[in-house]
């Protein structure tokens, strides 16, 4: 298992089962925006990929998609949906952070719920990810805690000038919305921020 900069060890947490953000569901927000928004078909990149959900789901619509995370259980897990769905994702086991350095640019890059965690760790290596996979035109969408949720439980929280302050300077933010993630069951789960890039 690779040895990624994070505050937690996430492969455990799948070893476990303590994954409360793992719906199985493919994001709402995500089907919204691809359709709302009209994102091209092309090359997509999923980071903090998990259990591959959306991977398999933006496959299913016809991206060509690569997916990452640092825990081997989660993506064998994901390899696992691919096969049965009869669909086809690139899979590799690495730390969302410093990663893509020297990869073709994606058209798409999606991320729910890595960059509340990574900012709390190391911001720059995050943003040198999101610099490294994008290229002028690429759009991104990342959903991230809300500052606004008014509850205890639920993931990391930014609020609206987090994201544009630290977003803003690599991509024009062409959307922020708020939204609720779906718990397990498609329960009405914590209030989020969706955020639509695209890069300069």
Same mark, same amino acid.
């Given at each position: 298992?690779?040895?990624?900069?994070?505050?937690?060890?996430?492969?455990?947490?799948?070893?476990?089962?303590?994954?409360?953000?793992?719906?199985?569901?493919?994001?709402?927000?995500?089907?919204?925006?691809?359709?709302?928004?009209?994102?091209?078909?092309?090359?997509?990149?999923?980071?903090?990929?998990?259990?591959?959900?959306?991977?398999?789901?933006?496959?299913?619509?016809?991206?060509?998609?690569?997916?990452?995370?640092?825990?081997?259980?989660?993506?064998?897990?994901?390899?696992?949906?691919?096969?049965?769905?009869?669909?086809?994702?690139?899979?590799?086991?690495?730390?969302?952070?410093?990663?893509?350095?020297?990869?073709?640019?994606?058209?798409?890059?999606?991320?729910?719920?890595?960059?509340?965690?990574?900012?709390?760790? #190391? $911001?720059? %290596?995050? !943003?040198?990810? =999101?610099? @490294?996979?994008? &290229?002028?035109?690429?759009?991104?969408?990342?959903?991230? /805690?809300?500052?606004?949720?008014?509850?205890?439980?639920?993931?990391?929280?930014?609020?609206?000038? #987090? $994201?544009? %302050?630290? !977003?803003?300077? =690599?991509? @024009?933010?062409? &959307?922020?919305?708020?939204?609720?993630?779906?718990?397990? /069951?498609?329960?009405?789960?914590?209030?989020?921020?969706?955020?639509?890039?695209?890069?300069?």
């Amino acid at each position: 298992m690779i040895n990624a900069h994070t505050d937690r060890d996430w492969n455990h947490k799948y070893e476990t089962g303590d994954t409360p953000w793992d719906s199985g569901l493919p994001s709402r927000e995500l089907l919204r925006v691809l359709d709302e928004q009209d994102v091209s078909l092309g090359r997509a990149l999923e980071l903090g990929c998990g259990t591959g959900t959306n991977a398999v789901a933006l496959a299913e619509r016809g991206f060509d998609v690569t997916a990452v995370d640092c825990s081997p259980l989660a993506l064998a897990a994901g390899k696992q949906k691919a096969a049965a769905t009869g669909v086809n994702v690139e899979w590799i086991e690495a730390d969302v952070q410093n990663f893509g350095q020297g990869m073709k640019p994606f058209d798409f890059v999606f991320d729910r719920g890595c960059y509340h965690c990574c900012r709390r760790i #190391d $911001l720059d %290596s995050y !943003l040198q990810t =999101l610099e @490294n996979t994008t &290229q002028a035109g690429s759009r991104v969408l990342i959903l991230a /805690g809300n500052a606004n949720e008014q509850t205890e439980h639920g993931p990391p929280r930014v609020t609206e000038d #987090d $994201l544009r %302050s630290e !977003l803003g300077g =690599l991509f @024009n933010v062409l &959307q922020i919305r708020e939204f609720r993630f779906e718990d397990p /069951g498609g329960v009405e789960g914590p209030l989020g921020w969706s955020t639509l890039l695209v890069a300069n």
